[in-house]
């Protein structure tokens, strides 16, 4: 299963949800790769803890910089920070586990959060034109994402449509040049994807 979301399980909706998902299940790790230079000490950490334990999961972390991904199968959730999108993508790409992470989303529950929302989709050039400063010093040239998901997800709405000059018209030019949905979703939301149809909570 795969549930993107834009700010992690931060709603009662959400939470209520996971909670049927999780009745059976142990163990979640906390991909830290997106989180440049503080990882496991990210500052969101502290609620991202707070809420895999409401829902009785014990807790790892996990880097693609350093560790297998083949580690990640050890666990039933599997939650990937946001952060940095660019770095994050061509972390993952490096460590090969595109295998693997087909694996985990067809038999654990993948959550992405932000950044790792978005590395699943099949590209990742609607950020990379909002933030191409993100990409500075990574060079990333393939925007290409890991393709696990068929829509395109703008998370942060409501927080970033003041933070961007011309954030929703910029949105409806990429959607319309590109023939595709942008899904705009707030903190608190989630995209449940399954195949090529999706669920927004």
Do not use: W
């Amino acid at each position: 299963m795969l549930i993107l979301t834009s700010n992690g399980l931060s709603s009662d909706n959400l939470i209520k949800r996971m909670t049927e998902y999780c009745a059976t299940l142990s163990k979640a790790v906390i991909v830290t790769t997106a989180s440049v230079g503080y990882k496991e000490n990210d500052c969101h950490i502290p609620q991202l803890i707070e809420e895999l334990k409401s829902l009785g999961l014990s807790i790892d972390y996990f880097d693609f910089d350093f560790q297998s991904p083949e580690f990640l199968l050890n666990y039933d959730v599997i939650e990937i920070i946001g952060g940095n999108p660019f770095y994050l993508l061509k972390s993952m790409r490096k460590a090969n586990c595109e295998v693997i992470m087909k694996k985990l989303i067809q038999e654990k529950i993948v959550v992405g959060i932000s950044a790792g929302s978005i590395v699943m989709q099949k590209n990742i050039n609607l950020i990379a034109q909002y933030s191409p400063e993100l990409n500075e010093g990574i060079n990333l040239i393939d925007f290409s994402g890991l393709g696990f998901s068929s829509i395109e997800l703008l998370p942060h709405y409501s927080r970033f449509i003041t933070k961007f000059e011309r954030f929703e018209e910029r949105a409806k030019e990429y959607e319309i040049a590109n023939n595709c949905k942008v899904i705009r979703i707030d903190d608190g939301q989630a995209v449940i994807v399954n195949s090529n149809d999706y669920l927004i909570i």
